[in-house]
Nanobody
Framework: QVQLVESGGGLVQAGGSLRLSCAAS????????MGWFRQAPGKERAFVAA????????RYADSVKGRFTISRDNAKNTVYLQMVTLQPEDTAVYYC????????????????WGQGTQVTVSS
């Protein structure tokens, strides 16, 4: 049974930074691509970033390029999202996701989700 547990959210002022973590269990972590999504109030869930199973490839939404960095530590079964220069429009619940297929290439099929962690950026 796949479990994804996010942490690291909180309240930060505009221009600040946060690092989100997502601890995964239930499958061999290093075989699966991982991603981050976010859902702002009144909006649909949106893609933020993804990283390949071997960490060689990353992808980002245009809105976060240059400010967010996704990384993973396969020894710790954890994926991270480093966020800098945060803006009020980054306020959302951030979700971690895992591809359902092992050793997959883009585009990924995210079928496992965490419970989310709230990020609030004040102006």
């Amino acid at each position: 049974q796949v479990q994804l547990v996010e942490s690291g959210g909180g309240l930060v002022q505009a221009g600040g930074s946060l690092r989100l973590s997502c601890a995964a269990s239930g499958r061999t972590f290093s075989r699966y691509a991982m991603g981050w999504f976010r859902q702002a109030p009144g909006k649909e869930r949106a893609f933020v970033a993804a990283i390949s199973w071997g960490a060689a490839r990353t992808r980002y939404a245009d809105s976060v390029k240059g400010r967010f960095t996704i990384s993973r530590d396969n020894a710790k079964n954890t994926v991270y999202l480093q966020m800098v220069t945060l803006q009020p429009e980054d306020t959302a619940v951030y979700y971690c996701a895992q591809d359902v297929r092992e050793f997959a290439s883009w585009p990924y099929e995210f079928g496992y989700w965490g419970q989310g962690t709230q990020v609030t950026v004040s102006s």
